[in-house]
C-alpha cells in the first residue's frame, strides 16, 4: 500500500478527466479512494480487504450512500490494474416514494432564496433561481452565460453529449441584471473573486449556511435537489415524461421517473381526497 500515494490519486483523477467524467463526479470518486487508501493503511491491498471494508460502511451508512462508495472504489481498483478485487454492491428494494426528509419542497426553497437576499448571499441566491427554472446540473452552471442570458438558451457539453436549454425570459432579465451589477459582460455568469466558475462545493456550502436563518431542513438542502424540484414542479403541468428527460439532460427515461417520484405523505393526501370524494364514510 505504500506505492499508492497522493500521486495515484492526482492520476485517477486525471484518468477520470479523461473519461469526460464531471467535476462532481471526479471530486467524490477521488474523495471515496482516498478514505478506503487511509482504512486501508499499512493492511495488505486483498480482496478480503475490499470485503472487510464494504461490510463496515454497509454498517455507518445508507445503502445508497454505501453504494456511490462502492463505485467509487471499484472505479480505483480497476484503474490501478486490480479488477478482480471489486466487489458487489449492496441490494436495495426500489422504493416508489421519496422520504419526506429528503424532499425539498417550493416553499423551503422560497424561504432559503428570500434569506439569502435578506442576508446580502445574492450569488447564492440567483444560482437557486437558475438551477430551479432550468432544470440544470450545478456542474452546468458553468454554461449558464452573458450570451446565454441574452439569447434566451444555453448549450450544454458535458461527457460527449450535447443539448440546448430554455433560459426562462423572466430568468434571462434577471440573470442580465445580476451580471450588471457585477461587471460581467461576456462569458460564465457565477464566478468567483478569481473570475473562475463556482465550483459545486461552494454552492453546496453556500446553500447549507443558509438552512438555519431560513428554519429549513438542512438534510434536504443540496443541488441536485433544486433540479428534482423542477422536475415535479414541470411534470405536473403536463405529466409529459419524455419532454421531461429530454430537458434534464436523461438518457433513461427511468431516470426521469425516479425524479418525479411522489412522497408518501403526498400519496395520503391524494388518497385521503379520493376517500372523501366518495362520500362512503361521511
Known amino acids: 500500500m505504500n506505492k499508492l500515494t497522493k500521486t495515484t490519486i492526482k492520476k485517477f483523477a486525471a484518468h477520470l478527466n479523461r473519461e469526460e467524467k464531471s467535476e462532481a463526479t471526479i ?12 482504512y486501508l493503511g499499512s493492511t495488505e491491498l486483498t480482496k478480503e480487504a475490499v470485503i472487510k471494508w464494504k461490510k463496515g460502511i454497509a454498517d455507518q451508512y445508507t445503502a445508497a450512500g454505501a453504494n456511490g462508495m462502492i463505485s467509487s472504489v ?34 423551503d426553497l422560497k424561504r432559503l432564496i428570500d434569506t439569502a437576499e435578506q442576508t446580502g448571499c445574492i450569488t447564492i441566491a440567483r444560482i437557486m433561481g437558475t438551477i430551479l427554472a432550468t432544470g440544470i446540473r450545478v456542474s452546468e452552471l458553468p454554461f449558464i452565460t452573458f450570451e446565454s442570458a441574452v439569447s434566451g438558451a444555453a448549450t450544454v457539453r458535458l461527457k460527449g453529449k450535447t443539448r440546448s436549454v430554455i433560459v426562462p425570459t423572466d430568468l ?10 457585477k461587471g460581467i459582460t461576456s462569458g460564465p455568469i457565477f464566478i468567483d473573486k478569481n473570475g473562475k466558475p463556482l465550483n ?22 443540496f443541488p441536485h435537489n433544486l433540479r428534482k424540484l423542477f422536475a415535479r414542479m414541470y ?9 421531461l428527460a429530454e430537458i434534464l439532460g ?7 421517473r425516479r425524479y418525479v417520484a411522489t412522497t408518501s405523505a403526498q400519496i395520503r393526501k391524494n388518497m385521503d381526497t ?5 362520500g362512503l364514510f361521511a
Open 235 to 243: 411534470y405536473a403541468q403536463g405529466h409529459n415524461l419524455a419532454e
Open 27 to 38: 471530486e467524490k470518486y477521488t474523495r471515496y479512494a482516498q478514505s478506503f487508501l487511509n
Open 74 to 107: 471499484n472505479s480505483f481498483l480497476r484503474f490501478i490494474g486490480c479488477p478482480d478485487m471489486c466487489v458487489n454492491k449492496l441490494r436495495t428494494q426500489r422504493v416508489g416514494t421519496l422520504a419526506p426528509e429528503r424532499n425539498l419542497e417550493y416553499d
Open 274 to 278: 379520493l376517500v372523501k370524494n366518495t
Open 250 to 256: 436523461h438518457s433513461d427515461i427511468n431516470t426521469t
Open 200 to 221: 459545486r462545493r461552494a454552492v453546496w456550502h453556500g446553500m447549507k449556511a443558509l438552512c438555519a436563518e431560513a428554519n429549513v431542513q438542512p438534510e434536504a438542502v
Open 172 to 181: 434571462g432579465v434577471t440573470l442580465l441584471a445580476y451580471a450588471a451589477q
